[in-house]
């Protein structure tokens, strides 16, 4: 985990509709996790697609880099997709690392899905103050490791 | 790309030089109509082998085309470029064509005596463009010049072809002379033949040895004409081949050429085959071109390993204060450099891409360090100066080895070797560039950043044109097993931490992963606006006093930026990004590079196009919720079309803005308040400006749902809707007053006006407004509309719903169709507009709210009730309403044909309110066809019998009370049809509280409809019989007359077929009129005339009354055979009346039948039997039979009378006699009764016998007042009885 460092992680709804994005960036402005996130929509279809009807991973890997940041994709059995935006250490990320990651977020979301107040077709963002505080320490957390690894 | 040396940046391949073709502009130059296609040299493949195919097709005649043909195939394959034909390609060589006496430039003098090179001061023996050489561009301290490379590129080749004809006598001379030559002379010509080959031979073997000098291998083409082979003289051919074998080998062996790879002959036979010939060739020759540039690389390879260790020789101090001013000679280093780049430039040329990589990256290490301020390499040195001609130079080179790397890389399949020579080419200069004050807060950095990204871009795509394809990110894993060997060296740490780990899952290192061209240049249009940034910030900085010039870039720099459209180039990279990744079908990142190319032009001042830009974006972020990114797309449309001026996208934009789907601060959300109401109150525009805004296509701080009450409605009845706005938690920020609401519904007439009563009044969280009782007045720009004033102030995070009320008028959907909240100022017109048209996502069950009013008459606490269903209503069923009357019919059935036949109507009123009522009844025949002839009638008095239809209109019933009844009798009359009527019934009634003004039908009316049905039968049935009657029987008209006089008796039987008794007023014959005057009809005498007793008869079903009539007609034309006779009419009506009608009087009516015309005989003769009245049994009487021949000859008849048992008689029982023409004969026959009661008289067969047999005739006898008689039957008459007794 020591080369992660999480600027941005975002939930995206089945329907490409933003659930929850949160920047862990000091440099970057939070339109531009808004916009990788949306741009990754495509990838994650594109992979997710071409992987058949019933992918056999919920883990995509790398979507793509951009300037110094790489996006990592995941997508759940509900279609809904988790983006996690990394600072480009120039080293191997290990997809297990990744994975690992990814499985913390998706509990999280498991944990709010089954808030049975929680609406699953809705298109508001996630406001749950739980969900926010688990995601937010899943990404302070691997930044905190990345500055004093 | 451009800006570099092409030489550094195209792809080597072999060089061949071509001699005795021409050069290549005369291929340019002299195109003729069969070569045209080479005129310009297609680049393609497929595209050049068309037109070499084109060329070899056409019949080659001079030497002229053929060379041209040749060349033009040497060259087609031979394009320079950027990218190569790969390592797997057919061996091509770069062909350049020069004349036959082009001398190629002698070798560099030093090489001639090899063991002079030691000493590199040597002044001596170096080549033009070596450092050494003053004059050379790169003297004295200069690494490589682009002009060695073109050198190598262009001019000196590895492989030098000739092209040769084969001397033939014929060949500068005429036809005819050949004819002569060869023919006698052949000696003579032999001779001549071997003193040209020799000559020819020498000419090659000079060629030959002084290019073997160099090292160059040569290759000559012996081209033989189509005149040496005759084909007409096939004796001789294989004499001439054999004579020709022998030349060619002489010529060979005098030039000293080898046999296999030196020597060829194109002979004519193959000429349309040149393609086979020159790929061959090119193969064949290709070892030769790869291993000159072996020895090169050998050579300079040798002369590298000579040079001493740059950190143990470096030779001169480092600063000496003279040196550092006036250029020192190229160091140690320098030279590495430049053998390293000649080993790669060679590797290159002989397509060994792996040794190429290897040198081009010993040279790119060594460069970069001379950049640096202290050489890592060379200790004690310097690097190069600054912005010096060197620096320049310099990193031009390092530039294009970079470029090189990357290429070849790619070339190698390699791809992320690539991609690292890029990171590492960028992430080197960004250290230097930073290190000597030239780095990233310098427009020139991140001007060549954004250059480099370009290329690299370029260069991929170029790539992926010529076959490349990007690896796939998810199937890359990078870790020690990858083949990608470079890779291990950059990211050795984390290998190394990899490998420690056990588990060695794969991972991948987003640096290294090559991506699609569109990446990069995304970044490269990036950092060109990054320039752009820092060249205005230096611009800006300039302007300043007292700028400290020093640090300033040089001003011609600064002069060729200024010349720079930034922001064109930064859109043409994003457009080449987006059209890349278009391709890609990633449409989402189309999206993001449109709102970077937006705004590009919002930078460049570009406002409508920008604005554009950002118009086509924002849906798409609209409708899958990214409120961030729209938030910032409608933010910088704010500025585009504020400075625009398009003042209604500037108040769309801000009314958007509102909603609290944006995260933005209540504090910025005032401001967006505040000036959306500066623009709509305050700011005063040239023109009163007009916007409609959609607000279901935007992000609306408002909510609005509609909602009728019930599912379905009447006319004309109270329909409750109830409209609420919902304004959202967070906006707006300020309440905002709307100038007015308007309700849009299908049928104008129900549109509302409601405008606000401008009465201060804090808004409750849920509020409800009563809208009911609206006037209708004509509003400015509305028309005429529904209008009230009420409250429409709207803060945050409250519902207000208005109720109103209308009343349908016709059936049919009703629905209300668009909501629009506005402001209307002395500037604006803005209508926040709601459409209630399509159908919009809600599956909410539906709510009403009450209004409670209170004492006060205050609306107070409203609360919800749940209705039936989901979602919205925004339309209404509106149907006629049903009618609550019911309509009872009384009647005895059957009806009877002709008479009033009455109908009890009994109208109940089911309502609970009294109504005024009207019928509208109407009687139709269910007959298939012919309906208009119906004389059928209807009416309510069977006294009046003018002016009567089939229909009756608008009668009016009157008011019934609630719940009671009224009758209503109406009588119809069936005629001629015994078919079925119909009865239609409309009853049609409005509360008598609110009688409509306007007549049925018509709103506001409410109708009930019932039909019945009558069955109508005759009741009678008629049969008539007419019998002639003998006129005077013993006398004719005394007078002379030409009138004929007949007697008819008329029987009229009349049977009741009626069920029920009837009772016959009257039964009267009423004659027509006779066609012809002079015929007359009349009636002499009448049984009922007769019986005077006749008024009042009941007839009971079945009885049969007979009528009779005696007849006269008087007629003069005796051949008129048809006579009319007339009416019988019966005067009747039912006897016991029905029980519907109790006390009106229904008076009789008329049943008219035709009787049937009268049928004459056409009789020549007739025969009349005289009976005489009351025979007694036992009394002797006479029947006197008298026949009249009617005609003018005589006629003879015979007679023969039949016996019976009730009578004797006497006479003939036989007989015969002649009754003369227009004469009469009597005939008697005496008979005495035997028996009393009714007798039938003996029977008389009278027949007319002609001249010959068959012509015969029976006579009809006629007895005046009897019947006539059929063939079997005859007179019978009434015997009374003997009184004796």
């Known amino acids: ?149 | 790309m451009d800006s570099y040396p092409p030489e550094f940046i195209f792809h080597h391949v072999p060089l061949m030089a071509v001699i005795g073709l021409g050069t290549a502009r005369d291929l340019v130059e002299q195109p003729t109509s069969t070569t045209g296609s080479i005129q310009n040299p297609p680049s393609s493949k497929s595209q050049s082998r068309r037109s070499s195919l084109s060329a070899a097709s056409i019949p080659i005649s001079t030497k002229q085309q053929l060379s041209r043909t040749l060349l033009s195939l040497l060259t087609a394959k031979s394009q320079v470029g950027i990218w190569g034909p790969g390592k797997n390609a057919s061996a091509v060589f770069h062909v350049v064509a020069v004349d036959k006496n082009h001398q190629f430039p002698p070798r560099k003098p030093t090489m001639r005596p090899p063991a002079q090179t030691q000493h590199l001061n040597m002044p001596i023996a170096h080549s033009a463009i070596s450092p050494l050489t003053s004059g050379s561009p790169v003297h004295p301290d200069g690494l490589i010049p682009p002009i060695w490379v073109r050198k190598h590129r262009e001019i000196l080749p590895s492989v030098v072809v000739g092209f040769y004809d084969l001397w033939h006598h014929t060949s500068p001379d005429s036809i005819q002379e050949k004819e002569e030559i060869s023919s006698t002379q052949e000696g003579t010509s032999e001779s001549m033949d071997k003193e040209k080959d020799y000559i020819l031979a020498m000419e090659i073997n000079e060629r030959r040895k002084s290019l073997l000098e160099r090292g160059i291998k040569f290759s000559a083409v012996i081209l033989l004409k189509t005149q040496n082979i005759d084909k007409t003289m096939d004796e001789r051919m294989f004499l001439k081949d054999q004579a020709m074998d022998e030349r060619l080998a002489n010529i060979r062996k005098v030039s000293g050429l080898d046999g296999r790879h030196a020597f060829f002959v194109l002979p004519s036979s193959q000429y349309g085959d040149f393609q086979d010939f020159v790929t061959n060739l090119q193969k064949s020759l290709y070892e030769y071109g790869l291993n000159y540039y072996r020895e090169h690389g050998k050579r300079v390879k040798r002369k590298r390993s000579r040079l001493p260790s740059p950190s143990g020789n470096f030779m001169r101090p480092p600063l000496s204060e003279k040196s550092s001013m006036s250029p020192q000679p190229l160091g140690i280093q320098g030279w590495m450099i430049r053998y390293d780049y000649k080993l790669a430039t060679f590797a290159e040329f002989r397509q060994d891409m792996e040794a190429a990589i290897r040198y081009y990256e010993s040279a790119y290490n060594l460069i970069i360090d001379l950049f640096a301020p202290q050489s890592s390499v060379t200790p004690g040195a310097t690097g190069l100066p600054i912005r010096s001609k060197r620096w320049v130079e310099a990193r031009i080179l390092a530039d294009t080895i970079s470029l090189k790397l990357c290429k070849l890389n790619l070339y190698v399949d390699s791809p992320s070797a690539a991609l690292a020579q890029l990171n590492k080419h960028v992430s080197t200069f960004k250290d230097i560039s930073n290190t000597r004050g030239i780095g990233e807060d310098t427009f020139e950095y991140w001007a060549w950043l954004s250059k480099q990204y370009r290329i690299f871009a370029d260069i991929l795509e170029i790539a992926i044109r010529t076959g490349f394809t990007i690896p796939d990110p998810a199937k890359i894993s990078h870790n020690t097993t990858s083949s990608d060997f470079r890779f291990s060296m950059s990211s050795m740490s984390s290998i190394s931490s990899m490998s420690s780990n056990p588990n060695t899952g794969s991972g991948i290192n987003p640096t290294m992963v090559l991506q699609h061209p569109g990446f990069y240049y995304f970044m490269a249009a990036k950092y060109n606006s990054l320039r752009r940034k820092h060249f205005l910030n230096l611009e800006k900085y300039m302007k300043k006093e007292g700028v400290d010039n020093s640090i300033l870039p040089p001003q011609d720099i600064l002069d060729a930026e200024q010349s720079i459209d930034h922001s064109t180039l930064t859109i043409e990279l994003y457009t080449k990004s987006y059209e890349q990744f278009k391709a890609q079908k990633t449409g989402r990142m189309t999206l993001y590079l449109a709102s970077e190319i937006a705004n590009t032009y919002l930078d460049a001042g570009k406002y409508e196009t920008a604005l554009k830009f950002f118009e086509r974006i924002a849906k798409t972020y609209r409708k899958e919720h990214w409120h961030t990114i729209l938030e910032s797309i409608l933010r910088w449309s704010l500025v585009c079309a504020k400075d625009l001026g398009t003042w209604e996208k500037v108040v769309e934009y801000l009314i958007e803005l509102l909603s609290d789907q944006f995260s933005i601060s209540n504090q910025q959300r005032i401001e967006i308040h505040n000036e959306l109401t500066d623009i709509l109150f305050k700011i005063t525009l040239p023109e009163p400006r007009q916007v409609m805004i959609d607000m279901d296509e935007i992000n609306s701080f408002l909510t609005c749902r509609v909602q009728f009450k019930d599912d379905t409605t009447f006319i004309g009845a109270e329909t409750l809707f109830q409209i609420a706005f919902s304004t959202q938690a967070e906006s707006p920020p300020i309440p905002l007053r709307f100038t007015f609401l308007r309700l849009s519904y299908n049928d104008s007439y129900f549109n509302h006006y409601l405008r606000d009563n401008k009465i201060e009044k804090d808004n409750t969280k849920l509020e409800w407004i009563d809208c009911k009782n609206c006037l209708k007045e004509d509003v400015e720009g509305e028309g005429l509309v529904w209008v009230k004033d009420v409250d429409l102030n709207f803060s945050k995070g409250i519902t207000k719903v208005f109720e109103g009320s209308i009343e349908p008028k016709e059936s049919g959907d009703l629905q209300l169709q668009a909501v629009s909240l506005g402001f209307l100022t002395e500037q604006w017109k803005v209508e926040l507009h709601f459409n209630l048209k399509n159908a919009r996502e809600e599956h909410s069950k539906r709510k009403w709210l009450i209004g409670n009013i209170d004492s006060k008459d205050e609306v107070t606490k409203p609360t919800y009730t749940v209705l039936n269903g989901t979602g919205e209503r925004t339309s209404i069923k509106v149907t006629q309403k049903l009618a609550r009357l019911d309509i009872q019919a009384k009647h005895s059935a059957p009806a009877l044909l002709d008479e009033y036949y009455p109908i009890e109507l009994t109208v109940v009123n089911l309502e609970h309110e009294e109504v005024k009522t009207f019928l509208n009844a109407e009687i139709v025949t269910d007959a298939p066809s012919n309906p208009v002839d119906s004389e059928d009638f209807i009416t309510l008095d069977p006294t009046i019998t003018a002016n009567v239809t089939n229909n009756l209109k608008d009668i009016d019933i009157g008011i019934i009370p609630a719940g009671e009844s009224v009758v209503k009798i109406v009588y119809v009359l069936g005629k001629k049809s015994n078919l079925p009527r119909t009865l239609h019934l409309t009853v049609y009634y409005s509360s008598t509280s609110s009688v409509p003004s306007t007549p049925y039908p018509a709103r506001g009316w409410i109708e009930k409809k019932e039909d019945f049905r009558i069955h109508f039968i005759a009741p009678f049935s008629f049969s008539f019989n007419t019998s002639q009657q003998s006129e005077s029987i013993f006398e004719r008209k005394s007078e002379i007359s030409m009138e004929r006089v007949e007697k008819y008796f008329l029987v009229a039987k009349i049977t009741t077929t009626s069920p029920c008794e009837i009772l016959v007023s009257d039964i009267d014959l009423n004659l027509l009129g006779q066609a012809n005057a002079q015929t007359r009809m009349e009636i002499t005498a009448s049984s009922i005339e007769i019986e005077n007793d006749f008024q009042g008869q009941v007839w009971k079903q079945g009885n049969v009354y007979n009528v009779n009539y005696l007849l006269e007609l008087t007629l003069m034309d005796i051949k008129k055979l048809d006579i009319d006779i007339g009416l019988l009419v019966i005067q009747w009506k039912r006897n016991q009346q029905s029980s519907v009608v109790k006390d009106t009087k229904i008076p009789c009516t008329e049943s008219t039948v035709v009787v049937p015309q009268l049928i004459r005989k056409k009789a020549e003769i007739s025969a009349y039997i005289r009976i005489p009245p009351n025979p007694i049994v036992g009394q002797l009487f006479t029947l006197v039979y008298k026949i009249i021949n009617w005609t003018s000859s005589e006629k003879k008849i015979h007679v023969n009378i039949e016996v019976n048992d009730s009578f004797v008689f006497s006479g003939y029982k036989q007989t015969h006699f002649i009754v003369p023409g227009m004469g009469e004969h009597c005939f008697k026959v005496n008979c005495f009764p035997l028996i009393g009661g009714k007798m039938k008289l003996p029977k008389v067969n009278m027949e007319r016998r002609g001249e010959f047999e068959g012509d015969e005739e029976n006579i009809k006898i006629i007895a005046p007042g009897y019947k006539e008689v059929d063939e079997d039957d005859y007179f019978v008459i009434f015997v009374k009885p003997k009184i004796e007794i």
Do not use: W
């Open chain 1, 1 to 149: 985990m020591s080369n992660i460092k999480i600027q941005s992680i975002a939930i995206i709804g089945k329907q490409n509709n933003p659930l929850y994005i949160k920047n862990f960036s000091k440099s970057h402005p939070d339109l531009k996790f808004h916009y990788i996130a949306h741009t990754s929509c495509d990838v994650i279809d594109e992979r997710a697609g071409a992987a058949g009807p019933e992918p056999d991973d919920t883990y995509l890997g790398l979507l793509y880099a951009l300037e110094d940041l790489a996006v990592y994709g995941y997508v759940t059995n509900t279609k809904v997709k988790f983006v996690v935006v990394l600072s480009i250490p120039d080293a191997v990320i290990k997809n297990m690392d990744m994975r690992n990651l990814f499985k913390k977020i998706h509990n999280v979301y498991i944990n709010q899905v089954c808030n049975p107040f929680y609406n699953l077709d809705g298109k508001k963002s996630i406001v749950s103050k739980k969900f926010v505080a688990s995601i937010d320490a899943i990404g302070s957390m691997s930044s905190d490791e990345a500055v004093n690894p």
